[in-house]
């Protein structure tokens, strides 16, 4: 008996030992995780990101000229619709390069349509502040305008900036403003025309 009386002292002593050692040695059901995102980084981006930009919205016919002088352009309400897709290849934490296909479509007084598709190659930097970007660009490209029967192909510029607010890691939202100059250059100097329009969009990104 005094055997047994000891043994069960031993045990009862070494019990708290014993479930120490097992909280120790058993591993947490589920690991804690905490997402990426959450800690939002100012160096985002890396060399190989992508997006793809869908924009729609406004433009605005400005200031057109002729061999220097302001004349008419005869649209009336001066304002048109626009689309775009672009795409964009970041080749460090904020310069990217890209391209893009849009078009335009503006009424004439004679209640006509004329219709301006542009095509072009585009470079840029972006600049991060928390989750808003501002991506600044500047595309060149080849252009198609069209105007009843009348057709032209020629060369165009944009030069634009603006703002989104990142969502999430793949969805990005914002408003975009640029500028445009469309030259019509013929072989005779006084039908010579240089265009310039404003454009005011909507624009959502996906990243990937």
Request: aromatic share 18%.
């Amino acid at each position: 008996m005094q055997k047994a009386g000891a043994f069960l002292l031993l045990l009862l002593l070494g019990m708290p030992i014993l479930l120490n050692a097992q909280e120790w040695s058993e591993p947490d059901d589920e690991p804690s995780i905490e997402s990426d995102w959450e800690i939002y980084s100012p160096d985002l981006y890396s060399a190989g990101d992508k997006t793809f930009i869908i924009s729609i919205g406004t433009v605005f016919p400005t200031v057109f000229l002729n061999n220097g002088e302001v004349i008419e352009h005869n649209f009336s309400p001066p304002v048109g619709g626009t689309g775009s897709l672009a795409y964009n290849y970041f080749l460090g934490s904020h310069l990217f390069i890209g391209g893009e296909v849009g078009g335009m479509f503006f009424s004439t007084l004679g209640l006509n349509t004329a219709f301006i598709i542009p095509l072009g190659a585009r470079v840029g930097y972006q600049f991060l502040l928390w989750r808003f970007e501002f991506p600044l660009n500047l595309t060149l490209g080849m252009t198609w305008h069209r105007f009843l029967n009348l057709g032209y192909y020629g060369f165009y510029m944009k030069g634009g900036g603006a703002a989104y607010y990142r969502f999430n890691s793949e969805w990005s939202f914002g408003l975009n403003a640029n500028w445009f100059w469309f030259p019509e250059w013929t072989n005779e100097p006084k039908k010579n025309v240089d265009g310039n329009i404003i454009d005011l969009t909507l624009s959502v990104r996906y990243h990937f």
